[in-house]
């Protein structure tokens, strides 16, 4: 039976924090039970914006491994490795990169974006460009079908099926297929066939999706074609022949409510994070001193839950009883922040106990740690192995 296999990367570019737990490893905690997962750290992803910053990457890519483990991503359920231990991940982007259109590239949402918000980096590199082609090396790679990802990293995906597609239409063709579709173009007759011709390569040498469409339209139509020749035509628009490469689908991860300590989304960008395994005095004192409903100055002001960072926290920890103890105490005045913040600390402490002892288990001892990415990164080699043979050889490069 065909296990579906789920594949997700992270960029070691900082410790992990609540937003983490709660948008992305939580669902990986679930995912690593339902399927065959793997998860990697992308470190040289991480390099393709921090390349003066080296020394940050080495640092990063061991604490969020632990961060992981922490969290409760289990290396007997999952793969976990390093990008850059199973290099068939660079082998794969190089010959990928032979078919890869640079117009599809510069069309990827994240490229000018990134570049226009990160404007202290010089990101108009050839790295950075090419970032998407090197996830999509790292998915296809695996022949993963599903990939989790947040909304951003959706384009990132369909440019991944793309890029399939491509390989599978220019590698994948079976022997006799292309003399078979060219007799097949001909029965279109003169002018239809001149039409397909047209539109085919407007899609295959731009991605012109519209001429895709088009040509689809047009052998609908086509009514003297046999089913056969039908189906051959179609596949000869998209390379519909050999699926050596798969094409995976986004799962989408729900964006994290988890707010941060002024209120904002929670991230390090914006200097209100807890971390992930943060000891419970700084939490505490964190907690303590985040800001609350500006109206309330002193202790018998009455609140409004609404206009208070900590209220969120309470959404995403307390039950229903703290909850109405909160709005009815906040808005007549009845307990004062620090009371109300309480319940808040003694949640966040007891979800990161769990995490701070099992981190405790690979602090105390760095080689678990080391074997664990050991044996992923091995088991990840065997499984590329078997792709990057098939790619080579569908690529000529067989030479044994
Ligand atoms: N680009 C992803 C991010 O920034 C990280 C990543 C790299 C990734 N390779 C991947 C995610 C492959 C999923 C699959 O979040
Ligand atoms: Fe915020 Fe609670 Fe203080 Fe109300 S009582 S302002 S909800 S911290």
């Not at 078979?180 to 002018?191: D, N, P, R, S, T």
């Not at 609908?220 to 596949?235: H, K």
Request: overall charge negative; some cysteine; charged content about 25%.
């Amino acid at each position: 039976m065909f296990v579906d296999r789920v594949l997700s990367g992270m960029r070691p570019t900082g410790s992990l924090h609540l937003g983490h737990y709660h948008g992305v490893l939580k669902n990986w905690v679930k995912l690593q039970h339902e399927f065959q997962c793997l998860f990697f750290v992308a470190d040289w992803h991480a390099l393709t914006t921090h390349y003066d910053a080296p020394e940050i990457i080495g640092q990063n890519v061991w604490d969020m491994v632990v961060d992981w483990l922490a969290a409760g991503v289990d290396p007997s359920q999952a793969t976990l490795f390093i990008q850059s231990q199973v290099p068939e991940h660079a082998e794969l982007h190089l010959l990928l990169s032979m078919i890869t259109p640079l117009g599809w590239l510069e069309r990827v949402p994240t490229y000018k974006d990134q570049q226009e918000k990160l404007t202290d980096k010089d990101l108009s590199t050839y790295g950075f460009l090419g970032y998407p082609l090197l996830q999509s090396a790292d998915i296809l790679i695996y022949r993963a079908n599903r990939v989790p990802v947040g909304e951003d990293q959706v384009p990132h995906i369909e440019f991944t099926r793309e890029i399939a597609r491509r390989f599978n239409h220019v590698y994948g063709r079976e022997t006799g297929f292309e003399q078979k579709a060219e007799a097949a173009v001909k029965k279109l007759g003169v002018k239809r066939s001149k039409l397909y011709r047209e539109l085919r390569t407007r899609y295959q040498q731009q991605g012109d999706q519209e001429a895709l469409a088009a040509a689809k339209a047009l052998l609908e139509e086509a009514a003297n074609l046999s089913m056969g020749d039908r189906e051959r035509l179609f596949g000869f628009l998209e390379g519909g022949g050999k699926m050596i490469l798969s094409e995976p689908h986004a799962l989408l991860t729900e964006a994290s409510k988890m707010p941060g300590l002024d209120g904002q989304k929670m991230s390090k960008s914006y200097n209100n994070t807890i971390t992930l395994r943060e000891d419970a005095d700084s939490v505490t004192k964190k907690i303590r001193t985040m800001p609350t409903d500006p109206a309330r100055v002193r202790r018998s002001d009455p609140g409004d839950p609404d206009k208070c960072p900590v209220w969120e926290f309470h959404k995403v920890y307390s039950d229903d009883a703290t909850r109405d103890w909160v709005q009815k105490g906040c808005r007549s005045a009845g307990i004062g922040c620090l009371e109300c913040k309480q319940p808040v600390i003694d949640a966040v402490l007891k979800e990161q106990e769990p995490m701070r002892e099992r981190a405790q288990l690979y602090l105390d001892d760095p080689t678990l740690v080391r074997n664990i990415i050991a044996e992923g990164s091995d088991r990840a080699h065997k499984l590329a192995a078997e792709t990057m043979r098939d790619v080579r050889n569908a690529m000529g490069l067989n030479y044994s």
